[in-house]
């Protein structure tokens, strides 16, 4: 399977963007879908995730309330809907394919990584 993720770019505290995850090669419908994010220095953190469906998410604390995970499945494509972006949101975001359908924080229990898009926020 491939995951190719887009839509990054250096924006002003306060935008917004979002960003896309195309996947091919597999049945992206039958698993769960997660967003990570690294930053300069730092190891890779939890960002948010969603079943299979669609009807589970969970966040990371820091960007609840500001960040939405969806999917379009007959699109094979996920979404990170990132609003009020902070200086300390500036990171490689990765979208990454779950090895179950289930909705989930654990980065062991993905499988398959996008190559990264890169998002900078300043000040």
């Known amino acids: 399977v491939q995951l190719q993720a887009s839509g990054g770019g250096l924006v002003q505290a306060g935008d917004s963007l979002r960003l896309s995850c195309a996947a091919s090669?597999?049945?992206?419908?039958?698993?769960?879908l997660g967003w990570f994010r690294q930053a300069p220095g730092k190891e890779r953190e939890f960002v948010a995730t969603?079943?299979?469906?669609?009807?589970?998410?969970y966040y990371a604390d820091p960007v609840k309330g500001r960040f939405t995970i969806s999917r379009d499945n007959a699109k094979n494509t996920g979404y990170l809907q990132m609003n009020s972006l902070k200086p300390e949101d500036t990171a490689v975001y990765y979208c990454?394919?779950?090895?179950?359908?289930?909705?989930?924080?654990?980065?062991?229990?993905?499988?398959?990584w996008g190559q990264g898009t890169l998002v900078t926020v300043s000040s």
């Open positions: 090669g597999r049945t992206f419908s039958r698993y769960a």
């Open positions: 990454a394919s779950g090895t179950t359908a289930s909705a989930t924080r654990r980065v062991d229990l993905y499988d398959y």
């Open positions: 969603i079943s299979r469906g669609g009807d589970v998410t």
